[in-house]
């Protein structure tokens, strides 16, 4: 993409988390990069999200900020709902609990803008170390591949479609189409991984910029660590069931 800077537009699902979700657009309304789209898309929420967004979104001072709403359904097809109203160069997925460095948007431009190629490049999530108690489990489920697997990729290295992390993660936005994550998932998890080997499958690269740094806002402990494992377990089914020979 060298020729130029690349236009983003960054897309997020939320599902009744009002509270986080304001922390999280505050953060994508500090960038440096003033000119870049917001779509959110609120997954059936029922805490005040929509309401509340309906109010935001009509704010100046704002980057441009898309809403939409559907009845819940999951992030894979909230997602694939906000993807339809974006015309820009890129996608830069994030999660709801995700506050933004001041550089984020301008790190996942410039790695695009640098690259040869047509590529994916996910960025570095890191625990909001400011405001959580961060355990032993939280650290191991951040770096060895449990959540994030970090501690195993290189910086500016090629890693492999386990590495799909749409809460941290840019990709073209020619190689999505218009509904790229498979509505089979249910439970949480894999529907990103799964999108993650379709694509490399056909060849896109997915390539680690960790200056593309965000932090995540999510307290756990080991019983909702393990309920939310349980999660995973029932979307790798999903995942294996659609691809048998992985």
Known sequence: MKAGTPSVTVVLATHERRALLERTLDALG????????????????????WE????RSGE???????????????QGAARNLGIQSVDHD????????????PDFVAAHLAAHKEAQ?????????????SEMRITPALEMVNLEGHQFGYAHMTPGGEVP??????????VPRAVLGDQPFDSSFTAYGWEDVD?????????????YHP???AEHLHAMDLSSLFARQRQVGRGLHTLLELHPEL
């Open 30 to 49: 500090a960038q440096t990069v003033p000119d870049f789209q917001v779509v959110v898309v609120d997954d059936g929420s029922t805490d005040g999200t």
């Open 52 to 55: 509340w967004l309906e109010a």
């Open 60 to 74: 100046t001072s704002f980057p441009r900020m898309t809403i939409a709403r559907q009845e819940k359904r999951g």
């Open 90 to 101: 890129l996608v830069l997925f994030i999660g709801d609990d995700i506050i933004a460095a």
């Open 117 to 129: 190629e047509s590529r994916a490049v996910v960025g570095f999530t890191d625990w909001r170390r």
């Open 161 to 170: 479609f386990t590495c799909f992390y749409t809460s941290n993660l840019s």
């Open 195 to 207: 999108l993650g080997y379709r694509l490399c499958r056909d060849g896109v690269r997915i390539f």
């Open 211 to 213: 200056e593309a740094r």
